[in-house]
């Protein structure tokens, strides 16, 4: 018997060594017994139970939504979401974890191998997830396409890597790479050296390592017990107190079960209804679950077409309809096709692999993508009849529609009289609209404009989206339902005439991905040994591959725990007029409930809150904290408070500020040349504005705390996800000196600045619960409040007026920017002013004045985001560059280069700095993107294409490094030299994906002439380096490094009398009979002073982006980026590469995909991964390279290298530029005015309403159709 069935005789695991098989015996009544579950299950990192409201168990992942693997027979593995997967249908499953793959105590498995060797995680939060959807597709196809590879990941998301190391490691398990091809034996992925053509991806992970082979390695077979008992089939009854859950084995006993139980519903995947699961309404006091049923899972082709079983996943359905469709007639196979379509864009892999086709239809939710084409198709085709189905989401993949669409014609035999006709719309109204009496009108019509004129304006007369429909985006839904009528159109009076179907070949591109990352050479006289400069594997590589790496929510519960929720205001701005916790407090198993009067000492700082006191200043602001037994008790509790409110006017956008004269800090300014006479001197003038929204940090890990007060002098041990210790807060609010806060971070699941401040506040409330109750406090957010409370980069608004020559040359320019800071300092200050010292990235513009305001609203605090006001600075300075060249009529590049830097110069706040390098990597960028030939095919391509539009950008960048501020600028390290010859060292920069600790180790390497084995890093802690400054600002390594190397030195130092004694001896033989242990602090790497400027020193780069637009949709693609960036001497290329890609791809993501939504009182509508897309595999461009440029060197900092970790940010805008060139390409040709404004985020509801033409003329001619204003508030 195993521990849980012991304690509770409830469940039965069955545990391999492996692997854990559940056999659902009964149910679990208590929260408690769920708690102990997922802390039994640590060892399976990904999975733990939680309960819902609807009190099924769930399988809940530790690490967001990751991918366990479940299978019912050997012959199919499921990766699931273990977040919606109730427990009870696992009956009689294997499922399999990370674990079960593999870990480093038993072997690890091919698959977290080549990932970690490949680079392919950085804070390893996802990657987990990554493994096993991975493995899920391995074992379900043995040699996967590049598609199905691809496919298999666009349900999962990383936050650091940009993807392109991920697909990189997983292309050589495709069929299509040599190893494969060329069958067993010898194959070229064996060997070191690359004797093939493989992609350029593959090239990379073999130089780096020698492949294991998946054949080596035996991966777990099914169990043959499982496959005897469902032999054996019998009901299953799962019973609580609240719940039934009953899984008939046959189809008679189902159905005479839904006449018993009529308001039972059926789950199969769960997948619609689990999503209502914190829905009162959703409660259901019997479940019917029909998956083992026989009848529910057939499969058969007959005359009239495919039988496919209620209970199949669209998985299946996706397998079964790629294998049928090439061995059927054509003319057979439209709706096959056309459900296809859908199915590959249709959510992720794991909601595909779970979600029935019977739910699907049943469920009928509006943005169903299957059924209005499953309405459509409802006759058996002939070869007079057209089908075909359109959808368009925020994202590509993994996002639902925002409108879809299925329409079918049938004509009468040779002719094009349409005999009948269905159209069909998802995503308007509550279900699947039909707009039946439009397609009665048009029986008879014939096929040509005059017809599609006529369906145009019954369609949307006839299908209604009132201006205050649920949704928003009222306008661009109703051009996305002309513009698909009319691509159906086009497509039919295609196939009328060669009677081939020409497909939505749009989106099937990326089997064919091509990535390029060169690394760099190290000195041929370096010693093997040393690792600098060597693309070494991040130091947790393969712990977050086998899941064994330990986040703070990993740390397993201590004795004592308690679990934390906060309740958070729900007003903007408003007095706090009473909270009355007296209810929460009779909530079984709550034992306090937390607030301002129970902070001992201070409570927060100067600026912000722990606790809101008196008056809440935003939606989501901490109030107070109820601590209980369990977190689903802690949550009841928190429920239960009740606050009264008085309602105070809120401030919440910039135009608001503004009016109000509503700041955080003095204005900033900067003024170079005389503006004035520089105005006077342009041939022109002109004046415009942008506006760019917010972004959400989205890191995978959400904040997480942990406090353990310690049994004397009232000291605290706390584990906090956070970039810098937080010591100096707890300890304030807790009136206790810094000395008894003990702070740890062993490593942060992703932070790029979200973490910097709001931590600190997170540990004292958990820390004031802790003093207060004597016991542990766990306070982990879940994403929704994580998203709510937090705030993220700042929204900005800028003005320009700028003065320039016919020629180009800009001669003065007026800028004055805005940003939103929210309702407390926070880091605005800092970013306003980086943004007046950064405008003018790569340019010099000789008279020049720019103010920078920070606006005070009541919004949640916005903070720090990784490139710190520069992605904002710079899109708009590139704006005005691109205004400049449309009203020259000069291609833009032409304008950059005549504005440019050149040689040695000063900024407009007097730095001097070279600009050699900025033109290096400008000029290479040019050559490796042979951009002058491809735009000459893009403008080809634009000639020849109406309704697909290419564009093409390229864009330099001066980034300047580290922080105006000497304070942030330094670092400590501790090295420790045991007798047996191992290292320790420690230092005050946190892991945050970035991979410090591994370039730290690889510089103890270097300093102390020793292996890499020999050195080990533990944690961060204030106990071994206190007063940690910020890891952030792109410098988190480089000062520590220094700190690492001084310390190295110092003890090298001291080992050199015993070394003189001993030459010839070992490293250990030196250090056996010393005692070693020394601290190098640095404290007076004054960069500013040094220099006697703002910045310790510039960094360069150029990016050159390629992109194809869908004009009717607004949809696009990107298709080859090219970044030159000056690294100088990197001290570990892989990593320097994945930053910089890591980075790219979330500035593709502010400039084109995410977008936040306020309510207009003020509340944040995007709180989950449902709402706000960041991107995913989709969205990285089909080829993707990345140069360092050679020949550079730093003198500054260590090793001649530089700080990355930010700079690739801003170059993501090369692909809004890029899009905004293929826009202007389609309005020039449609004879509208190219001086347009878009702004950021070009998201495709901003693309088609940017591409004007007689669709969006439709739906504006229609005066209600005008979007309600106030409905949401965007730009903030
Ligand atoms: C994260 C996420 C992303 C998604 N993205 C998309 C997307 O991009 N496009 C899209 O189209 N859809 C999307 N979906 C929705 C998904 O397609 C549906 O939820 C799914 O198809 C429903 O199937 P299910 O088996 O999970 O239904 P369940 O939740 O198990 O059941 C849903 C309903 O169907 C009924 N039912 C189930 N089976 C039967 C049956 N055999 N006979 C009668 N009634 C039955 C049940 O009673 C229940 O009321 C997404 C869902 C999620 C969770
Ligand atoms: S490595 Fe993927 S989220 Fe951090």
Known sequence: MTQLQRKYGILTLIFEKTRVHLDVLGFFPSRQILGNFGTYLKALPIAFLHKSNSRIPYLKSLQGCLTPQFSFTPQRHHPANSCLLPISSLHGAAVTTVEGVGSIKNRINPIQERLAKCHGSQCGFCTPGMVMSIYALLRNHVKP???????????????????????DSYASFAKQTCCQLRGTGQCCLDQEELGCSSSAGVRVVIKLFILTFLKTYKSLSFPPQRIVQEQQRKTLIFCSKRTTWISPSTLKELLELKAKYPKAPLVVGNTSLGLKKNDCDAYHPVILHPLRIPEMQVFSITDDGIVIGAACCLAQLRDILMETIPKLPEEKTKIYQALLQQLRTLAGEQIRSMASLGGHVVSRGSAWDLNPILSAGKSVLNLDEFISAFRQADRQKNAFSIVNAGLRVLFSPGTDTIVDLSILYGGIGSTTLSARKSCEKLIGRQWNDQMLSEACKLVLEEISLPP???????????????????RFYLEVLHGLHQMVRTGQAFYNYCSDLKTHSCLQDVDPGQSPQDPVGRPVMHQSGIKHTTGEAVYIDDIRPVDGELSLAVVTSVKAHAKIKSIDISEALQVPGVINVVT???????????????????????????????????????????????????????????????????????????????????????????????????????????????????????????????????????????????????????????????????????AVIAAVAANKTGRPVRFALERDMDMLITGGRHPFFGKYKVGFMKDGRIMAADFQCYINGGCTKDE????????????????????????????????????????????????????????????????????????????????????????ENLWKCWKECLVKSDYHSRKTKVEEFNRKNYWKKKGIAIIPMKFSVGFNATYFHQAGALVHIYLDGSVLVTHGGIELGQGIHTKMLQIASRELKIPLSYIHFCETSSTTVPNGKYTAGSVGTEINARAVQDACQILWKRLDPIRRKNPKGKWEDWVSDVSVSSRGYVTDMNWESKKGHAFPYFLYGAACSEVEIDCL???????RTDIVMDASFSINPAIDIGQIEGAFIQGVGLYTLEEIYFSPEGEQLTLSPDTYKIPAVCDIPEQFHVYLLPNSCNSIAIYSSKGVGEAGFFLGSSVFFAIRDAVAAARKERGLPLDFTLNSPLTVERIRMACDDIFTKMVTVFPFLFMHPGLVITWS
């Open 145 to 167: 396409s590049m598609e199905q590879i691809i496919s298999a990941l666009d349900g999962n998301l990383c936050r650091c890597t940009g993807y392109r190391p991920i697909i």
């Open 468 to 486: 205050s429909a649920s949704g928003g985006k009222v306008e661009y839904r109703r051009t996305l339902l002309v513009s698909f009528l009319f």
């Open 596 to 762: 301002a009067k129970d902070v001992p000492g201070k409570n927060g700082n100067d600026e912000e809150e722990a606790f809101a006191k008196d008056k809440v200043i935003c939606v989501g602001q901490i109030i107070c904290a109820v601590v209980a037994e369990t977190l689903t008790q802690a949550k009841c509790g928190a429920k239960k408070v009740k606050i009264a409110y008085e309602d105070l006017q809120p401030v919440l956008t910039i135009k608001d500020a503004i009016k109000h004269n509503s700041y955080i800090t003095k204005e900033r300014k900067l003024e170079k040349g005389d503006i004035e006479k520089g105005f006077k001197s342009a041939d022109k003038i002109i004046e415009g504005e942008l506006h760019m929204g917010g972004q959400e940090h989205f890191y995978l890990e959400t904040n997480s705390v942990l406090v353990i007060p310690r049994m004397e002098d009232k000291e605290m041990d706390v584990y906090v996800s956070t970039q810098h210790a937080t010591d100096k807060l707890v300890a304030s609010a807790l009136n206790l000196q810094s000395n008894k806060i003990m702070c740890h971070t062993k490593r942060v699941g992703g932070a790029f600045g979200g973490k910097i401040t709001k931590p600190s506040f997170f």
């Open 828 to 915: 605005s200050e800092l970013v306003i002013e980086y943004i007046v010292l950064k405008v003018d990235n790569a340019y010099n513009i000789p008279n020049l004045r720019v103010r920078g305001h920070a606006c005070k609203t009541n919004l949640p605090s916005n903070t720090a985001f990784r490139g710190f006001g520069f992605p904002q600075a710079g899109l708009f300075v590139e704006t005005c560059i691109v205004a400049v060249a449309t009203k020259t009529g000069l291609p833009h590049e032409k304008v950059r280069e005549i504005n440019m830097y050149k040689g040695v110069n000063r900024t407009a706040f007097k730095e001097k700095f070279d600009a």
């Open 1113 to 1119: 949709t607004g949809a696009h693609k990107n298709i």
